[in-house]
């Protein structure tokens, strides 16, 4: 043999130690059944548990609105008497007073219309008063006689008692008579 194959090069030494480390490595660590069912048990119970808690906040959410909207049809007249009170105010001082004066008393009851008004205003509360000519709508008016007119059919002749609207919306609709056809 030569000296060349006496001694070989140190990458020919050992081939097999570098291999070694690269595959173990590789090799993923293998889980007993008992493992893997530990695991999926384990997952299995944080999903039911962040299911539970969906849940309860889904039905609390839900008793939250549930509750909000009954305070809100309880309360939703609030705002509207509070500007309701001075107008009782006003109508008591006026039952009150011995005045003798007509004058001063119709006086009285028109500040306190006026003040009626402004509350009606405020709450969004309108009247329905159509003037005489104008035409009849069902959607507004209320037609309680046909009487013969000189005016085109189907107006309104009197008025016999205001409508209200709340938000655009007929809380009674106007009392009129209307013109009968010709």
Not at 2 to 12: C, L, V
Not at 57 to 78: S, T
Not at 167 to 181: G, K, Q
Request: no cysteine; net charge negative; proline share 7%.
């Amino acid at each position: 043999m030569t000296q060349e194959n006496q001694h070989p090069s140190p990458e020919q030494e050992n081939p097999a130690t570098e291999p070694v480390s690269e595959t173990v490595a590789e090799i993923p660590s293998v889980k007993t059944p008992e493992q893997e069912i530990s695991e999926l048990n384990q997952k299995i119970s944080e999903l039911q548990d962040n299911f539970l808690r969906a849940k309860a906040e889904g039905e609390n959410i839900r008793r939250r609105a549930v509750e909000d909207i009954a305070k809100a049809h309880k309360f939703a007249i609030e705002s509207f008497a509070e500007h309701l009170v001075p107008v009782t105010d006003s109508l008591y001082a006026a039952l009150g007073t011995d005045a003798g004066d007509a004058k001063a008393f119709k006086e009285g009851l028109e500040i306190t219309l006026k003040q009626l008004l402004s509350a009606f205003e405020k709450g969004r509360m309108t009247e329905i008063n159509p003037a005489v000519g104008d035409k009849f709508d069902p959607h507004h008016h209320q037609a309680i006689a046909s009487v013969p007119s000189e005016q085109e059919s189907n107006t309104v002749v009197s008025v016999l008692q205001r409508g209200y609207t709340v938000a655009d919306r007929v809380l009674r609709p106007a009392l009129v008579m209307v013109s009968a056809p010709k």
